[in-house]
């Protein structure tokens, strides 16, 4: 007796297979990689005069949004390891744009917050990510981007679904 595989589901079909084409530059995922790219490439060129690098300008951000409090959070959300986001943040610390600061509950823990003028090129920032996003997003319509967003949400939820794949 010979095992069958359980029916597809209708809503999933096979797009890409383990082919020498699917390593090619039209893929979906070498695709996403290269906007990314292009994105943050203009993104490290519109904070430039603010006095920061692409790597730096994220971590300014998300502490003024109040996303993260210390480096191991900001290494998280950053995907990036603990020791890379401590050598960033000694860059901002030199520049004055944050301090370190001992937790009152625990000693152990150090926060991390903004200065004033850490606050004040947080301001700046925002408007750097509309103008690259803009130029990046020149010609779709309002709908177009919706659909994107919800399409990119998709993808995200379906690769942290896991699970094996087929080829």
């Keep these: 007796m010979t095992a069958t595989r359980p029916p597809a589901d209708p809503d999933t079909q096979t797009l890409y297979r383990a082919t020498p084409r699917n390593i090619s530059d039209d893929n979906v995922g070498f695709l996403i990689k290269q906007v990314y790219n292009s994105i943050n490439r203009q993104l ?76 004040e090129t947080a301001k700046g920032i925002p408007p750097c990510i509309a103008r690259v996003l803009n130029r990046h997003l020149r010609g779709f319509s309002t709908d177009e981007v919706a659909q994107m967003r919800h399409l990119l949400g998709r993808m995200l939820a379906n690769g942290s679904e896991g699970g094996p794949q087929d080829t």
């Design 44 to 119: 490290d060129a519109e904070t430039a005069p603010l006095g920061l690098t692409a790597i730096q300008w994220r971590p300014i951000a998300q502490l003024a949004r109040g996303l993260a409090a210390t480096p191991a959070e900001l290494a998280r959300i950053n995907g990036v390891d603990t020791g890379a986001m401590t050598r960033t943040l000694d860059r901002l610390e030199t520049k004055g744009l944050l301090r370190r600061v001992r937790s009152h509950e625990d000693r152990r823990v150090v926060k991390i917050e903004l200065t004033e003028a850490g606050l």
